[in-house]
């Protein structure tokens, strides 16, 4: 089997002949083409790609995985975790919380690229990216945009607020805590746009997905001038959604009860200039080193239910690894 080619795939954009990798994000105002990969807790990966064109991705070949995946956190362990969680919120300590666990199971060799291929025919997502790049690769279904830009405009849509597809209400809860990061992104937002720009052309939006409804909303802002993308990373980074309200407080309760996150839960796209398409990072399997991971999680308020947000983060990832293959 040939080793994968060095490339970037998202939305129809085909990058190849990668002639630098670096971590500094200075230099991304410099007008190339640059894939963009940032994990959760902020380690960078930027790929700039020499050739860019519009091609649909190649199809390739997967073989089903056969094996077990193996969780980071048990059911047991979970839902201690969310109870926890609500303690914090009852102290008043903090509003909302994304709870994740990882799902791993060995990947000796091999390439990402056919399951990359099937999930854009059995699980078509707007905001799916491929990447692979030394050390790294990512075959992502991501249905949320962290930050579409096109000049000094830029716009991003949390997804707070998940049901089952043959469901068609969202309770209380789910729009409570999708209110609660709309705030958190316009003051994210606020930090980096032109005072009283910034509105929320869109709440509570129903969008439809394979097997599942997400409840989304826009908040979109005008860009100060001048302003670097070192700058907007770093305010922004990690996205709102898969952190939680306030974020500094979600931080600090995510980084005491689990383990990194890697890419998933970060931010995934490219950036040319002052255009941009980046995704949170979620419905993301990754390679590294002899592994293959998944990530899964939830939004955890004073109203959650530790069982039910478990099976939250089950729902999430049962079609997708049905792709994949192997037992979750």
């Known amino acids: 089997m040939s080793a994968p080619i060095t490339q970037m795939w998202m939305g129809g954009i085909h990058a190849t002949n990668c002639v630098e990798i670096t971590d500094d994000a200075t230099r991304l105002d410099d007008g190339s083409f640059w894939a963009v990969s940032i994990s959760f807790e902020g380690k960078a990966r930027f790929a700039r790609f020499a050739n860019v064109s519009e091609n649909n991705f190649s199809a390739h070949d997967w073989e ?3 094996s077990r995946w193996s969780t980071s956190q048990s059911q047991s362990e979970y839902t201690a975790y969310v109870s926890k969680i609500r303690e914090s919120i009852a102290f008043g300590g903090v509003y909302q ?5 990882i799902l791993s199971q060995p990947f000796e060799g091999g390439s990402l690229e056919g399951l990359f291929s ?6 078509p997502a707007q905001f799916a990216f491929y990447l692979n790049i030394e050390g790294l690769e990512v075959a992502s279904a991501s249905p949320e945009r962290f ?5 000094l405009k830029v716009i991003t849509s949390p997804i707070k607020g998940t049901i089952r597809s043959d469901q068609d209400v969202f309770g209380e809860k789910d ?6 990061i709309v705030d958190l992104m316009r003051n994210d937002l606020g930090r980096i746009c032109d005072a009283g720009s910034i509105e929320v052309n869109e709440l509570f939006r129903n969008e439809k997905h394979p097997g599942i409804t997400h409840l989304v909303s826009d908040v979109e802002g005008r860009l100060k001038s001048g302003i ?8 922004t980074m990690p996205p709102g959604s898969v952190s939680g309200a306030p974020k500094s407080s979600a931080l600090s309760i ?33 390679h590294e ?33 049905s792709i994949a293959g192997g037992e979750l």
């Open 64 to 66: 089903p995985l056969t």
């Open 97 to 101: 919380v994304n709870a994740c666990r």
């Open 118 to 123: 099937q999930l854009l025919e059995r699980n």
């Open 147 to 151: 930050l579409s830009r096109n000049g």
């Open 175 to 180: 729009k409570a805590e999708n209110l609660m």
């Open 228 to 235: 670097s993308w070192r700058e907007i990373l770093e305010a």
């Open 254 to 286: 995510i980084e005491e009860n689990e383990g990194l996150r890697g890419p998933y839960c970060g931010t995934l796209g490219w950036i040319h200039g002052d255009r941009a398409e980046l995704s949170v990072a979620i419905r993301t399997f990754w």
């Open 289 to 321: 080193g002899s592994t293959l991971n998944f990530g899964t999680g939830a939004g955890i308020t004073w109203g959650s239910d530790p069982a039910a947000e478990w099976e939250e983060t089950q729902l999430k990832a049962r079609h997708l690894i």
